[in-house]
């Protein structure tokens, strides 16, 4: 936890600052309930993403059994070209969690790059970094990235992902940005620089650490994002991936909703509520770790040992 | 039609924001109005975003009803039945001059809706007014001068012969009056928010959520029309506009409905009808025929042997496709056009005969299964725009179909930007699109086949984007743009010509011909166009044909 100290810098002044004792609390982290949960969730759909594919039949075989409700032959029904819902679903995981974890993976490196880089350097080089982040910060993110899908032409998870990226690490930017800035002026970080520790150096070994917890929960947040930019996109029938959108937008072309065919449309969307709800509940705990003051009291135990 | 891009968008965007509850409901109230004498019709054309007023002719963003409901045209090329033509503001024409001159003779007692007598002068105004503004010529007619001789004669000179092109000029130009459009600087940028036309309704109120059009009383057609007016609604789902159709909140509209028994024939039998509409496309898979494999014949009949339409036609098209022609021509419209002995000719379903087809031309199959020739695998791409879920379903059937005659099909999902510049540029293996004509025998082939409509690949092909070229067929279709459209058996024998090579060459690979669900309810109107008597085509959208069917219809009861 960091604690409050008021000590006294080289000019004999006195700075209150905001310094960790510690390296952060990883072990509390993990007796987070929440996290637990959260872990638990977006872990089976890893799982499922990752295996499932394997065990199913093609998802895109047709059959003359049209639009049957779930049974045990087809465990979700069968859409109105006598697809199997369950597979699609299953084959769809991966294509949704692929997309989230790269945009999670690209957008946190850039973010990373152009924020604490930029907070640190300082001078003409934040300015610029930081220009550009905000510039990409007011764009309308949703509309651009369906402009710009309609112009590129491959189409799949990987590009998908990419084009998603590309407006949805300047949130994260800043705010790694400014906990740099706060970073940098700290006193062991001037105590390294005076000691002649490289600016790289600096960075990675002094700086990065503290801002773990932060890049975690931007990178849990990118996830959430790109996974529902994807799903918004696929299902406004500008997706390539194979995801939940993309059975959300063919249930939508299908009329299943009118036609009554629940089991086409709610398990996809329950797909992208949990696994929503699952990141948010790992982003709250990190949020925790990060602001104590978040942290709900714990109450104390009525037996046993404190 | 299938919706463009952007209306796809616009409607998936307002889907979602009615989803979050962000929308204030949509539509309208949808009043139906009780009394005998004077029905306002309740009209969906497919708006599904609020309107814009847009009443100019010339404009492609020109509001439903816009074009031969308010403004007529000289002729009525009727697109349900062939060799149909009904006179409008024109009682008659003539060509003269090897086609190069249209004399025609127009209607005497015709008045603009504000009280102005309409004459010749106002076409042949409406002629120089294109010739004069490229934007508005769409159909690039080659307009040389029309003068207007006396008040009931009017002719048009043009740089070529024009006899196959008479449905352009004369069923789909919009006549406008003289004396309110001769100020107009720009009319193609022209709003036009107070329409003055001579069509059998008048605009009586606008507002983004509805239109009225009125009946107009001085309309020239004695004891037409004769319901008082017709409103035009929108919905921001196929979901809303087809709840709105079940519970008879609706007289007319043009909307999808999977399985259209159930979900809106069912909740009133006796008088909720449609009407499948069926002879505006032909959906094709159009293989590159400068690209191998295309090039040969064989392999183009190998496909279309192992598709089996029936299938594609239950499964991904809802059921409502019909049965495609090998030669290429919408059935039974164009029947008299067909060479007799092509006519029932069907595309046969036959997976031996497709592989015995493969190996007479010399292909082998593979350890993988898949055939290959000179070390080439049989395995293609097929381009088809994302979202487009019909031809995507379709696309995974015909790929299960061909997997099991040894031939790999992968589909492609661009973007519609990207699809256009590719089949225009020939930068594919196949395409899945549709064919669709100006409404002749003589436009659905020059469209599709016509090497003047094609062009070398990396360039820009007009509409022959499958880059077929055949000299016979050139010859055939330039003998029928020296034919004047009367001589139909000069004209027949020409298509034959163009069947033969078709039926013998497969160039295309043709799936169904596609459908258009056109509902209407019998509570409120009466002699709505039937298979039996089609005096018009239904389609309730912007264009010819809604005007005729408006001005026919009759207060039921």
Redesign the interface.
Known sequence: MATIETPRDVTGEVVPVVVPTRRPRWRGLLRSRKLAAGLAVVGFFAVVAVLGPLLVDDP???S?D?LLAPSAEHLLGTT????DVFRQLVVATRGSMLVGLVVGLLATVVSVLVGVLGGYAGGHADESLSLVSNVFLVLPGLPLV?LI?????T?GALAIALIVSITAWAGSARVLRAQTLSLRSRDYVDAARVSGEPGWRIVTFEILPNLLPLIAAQFVFAVIGGILTEA?LA??????AGSWGTML??A????A???GAWWWFVPPGLCIALVGAGLALINFSLDELINPRLRVARRPRRTGPA | MRPTLARRLLAALATAALAVGVTAGCGDDGDRSSAAEGKIINVFSGANAGFVPNFNPFSQNSVAGTMSVLYESLLYFNAARADDVQPQLATGYEFADDGRRLNLTIREGVKWSDGTPFSAEDVAFTFNLIRDNPKINQSGLPIVEAVATDPTHASITFSQGVYTQLNLIAGRTWIVPKHLWTTIPDPSAFTNEKPVGTGAFTLASFSQQNYVFERNPNYWETGKPKIKGMRFHQFASADSAIAALAAGQLDWAGSFIADIDKQYVSKDPEHNKYINESQLYLTNLIPNLERAPFDSAAVRKAISLALDRDQLIRLAFSGYGKEASPAQLPRPLWDDYIKPEYRDRKLEFDPARAEQTLQQDGWAKGADGIYAKAGRRLSFTVKVVQGYNDYISALQIMTQSLKSVGIELKTQEISFTAFSTDQQTGDFDVIMTNLYSEGTPYSWYSRAFSTARTAPLGQQAGSNYGRFRNAAVDAALLAMETTPPEAKDAIREQLFKIQDVIMEELPYIPIQQSSSLIEYRTENLGNFPTEQNHYALTTPYNGPDMGIVAKNLTPAG
């Open positions: 895109n075989l047709v003359d049209r109105t070209t006598g697809q369906v899908t309609d112009y590129v032409q189409r918004a299902f406004l029938g500008l997706g390539g937008y063919f939508q072309n299908s009329q909703l009118s036609q």
